[in-house]
């Protein structure tokens, strides 16, 4: 029972962070409801079990990202840029019913017998050591390609911001 | 039971709580992403999404017992960071270049 009840207090803070996100337009009202999206989501990875992944939330998202996002706005200072008239106003008419109809149809795809079997939660390994065994075992070439993108991404990001000395 | 093995718990919530939860925050991110006009909005609403599909690989691991998709996960936030690292950097030197960062106003490339 006080799991139900905190699965819906963090489904509540997640989407009502989310939503806030979206709606205010100053950006760093929005980095700083990023951080309380993200301590939900790593909250509701600790409900299901997976404790790595909540630390690796916080520390990556929460911590490191949020830290980045709030740099960036702060050396960009694009406060109040997102005022004038919208140009694509007639494209809004279209939104709302395909908004509606893809709600529909994953709603519809939720309700299939694929989901709906009351699976109980498994008994599966979520701390360090299931994660780290798997990491380094059967997904070690992922692991090892997804080093040299972080690499990749270090050397273009440098490139990219370095002045010309000229 | 096993070393690392964590008991099952009392977890109420069947699978597919989990899954509208995610279903939402990625429908709240893509409205994000198509409704902003600020270029560091947007990395925010792509930020939303991906978390949605982290959820989702998350409890498909836990209800399926099969640890996989936690080191999926692992892959995803890798990626994140590098997308938000250079796509932060791209923003900037748009900025540096066209002193704007709204992306209606970045139409260089129009004929």
Sequence with gaps: ????????????????????????????????????????????????????????????????????????????????????????????????????FLALEIALVLRSTVFTTSRSPATVPGGVEAVGRLLFTDYLFPFEVTSFLLLAALIGVMALTKRKAS | MPAGMLPVGTSAMPLHAYLTLAATLFAIGLFGVVTRRNTIGILLGIELMLNAVNINLVAFARFNGDPAGMVFTVFTICITVAEVAVGLALVILIFRIRRTVIADHLDLLRG
């Design chain 1, 1 to 100: 029972m006080g799991s139900v009840i905190a699965f819906w207090i963090l489904a509540a803070l997640v989407v009502g962070s989310a939503v806030g996100l979206v709606v205010r337009r100053n950006p760093i009202h929005g980095a700083l409801f990023l951080v309380v999206n993200l301590g939900g989501v790593a909250a509701l990875y600790l409900m299901m079990h997976a404790e790595f992944l909540a630390a690796a939330q916080v520390i990556v998202y929460a911590g490191a990202i949020a830290v980045l996002f709030v740099f960036a706005i702060m050396v960009l200072i694009p406060g109040k840029e997102e005022t004038g008239p919208d140009p694509l106003r007639a494209q809004r008419w279209l939104a709302v019913p395909l908004g509606g």
